[in-house]
């Protein structure tokens, strides 16, 4: 089965800073790669997505990367806030079935 | 907006319980999903389905099983339950017919303690 590597775990930055989040999959068949925001106690919630017929996606301060032939994907907020602070899911999807990291908990200090 | 209701935020069984989670859909998605959150490790697929009546196992299926009558309900059930089970479970739903890769929208969970 698909199985999906993120790093960090945890990530630190001043506010107005850049962070990434990296992901690898293992599953080349796997060609849908949305990014979940859960903020503390709350739901997840997408913020991006990205299909594998697309290399790079952005929207305002956050894109999304994607090489398909080393398998991987990132995650890039510019100026960064302290709203910004939450959990971050990377997943990998094939035919419906999402395979999630483990997640990258994400301090923005102000 | 499409909004996931989970019944319980909040619940405390004992062991060897059999413990009913339901969720409910109000979008007329086709596809649904259970998953449980436990610490640094993400989040898991238990079950999944695409259609009323089908149900397919995700990565940790043992212990559970679904029911999905109509369309809009989607139920877990822990057959009996132990402590091992104690997590936050995760409903999910997405997509119109045929429209598997599309954005999942959660509930709010539900935190279970099996005492």
């Known amino acids: 089965g698909e199985n999906v590597e993120q790093h960090p775990s945890t990530l630190s930055v001043q506010e107005g800073d850049s962070a990434v989040i990296k992901c690898t999959y293992s599953?080349?068949?796997?060609?849908?790669f949305p990014w979940y925001k859960q903020e503390l106690g709350k739901r997840p919630q997408l913020i991006i997505d990205i299909r594998s017929n697309v290399g790079e996606k952005k929207d305002q301060r956050i894109a999304v990367t994607l090489n398909k032939t080393a398998k991987h994907f990132s995650l890039h907020i510019t100026e960064t806030q302290p709203e910004d602070s939450a959990v971050y899911f990377c997943a990998a999807a094939n035919a419906g079935k999402s395979t999630f990291g483990d997640g990258t908990t994400l301090t923005v200090k102000p | 907006d499409v909004k996931v209701t989970q019944s319980s935020r909040y619940l405390v069984k004992r062991t060897g319980e059999k413990v009913f989670l339901e969720c409910v859909q109000d979008m007329d998605h086709e596809n649904m999903f259970w998953y449980r959150q436990d610490p640094g490790l993400g989040l898991r697929l238990i079950y999944f389905?695409?259609?009323?009546?089908?149900?397919e196992k995700g990565d940790i299926p043992e212990g559970y099983s679904v029911s999905r009558e109509k369309k809009e309900r989607f139920s877990l059930i822990l057959e009996s339950a132990s402590t091992n089970q104690t997590s936050m479970y995760l409903c999910?739903?997405?997509?119109?017919?045929?429209?598997?890769?599309?954005?999942?929208?959660f509930g709010d969970g539900t935190r279970l303690s099996i005492l």
């Open positions: 599953d080349s068949a796997s060609n849908y």
């Open positions: 999910a739903s997405s997509g119109g017919a045929g429209q598997h890769n599309q954005p999942q929208h």
């Open positions: 389905s695409y259609d009323v009546k089908m149900k």
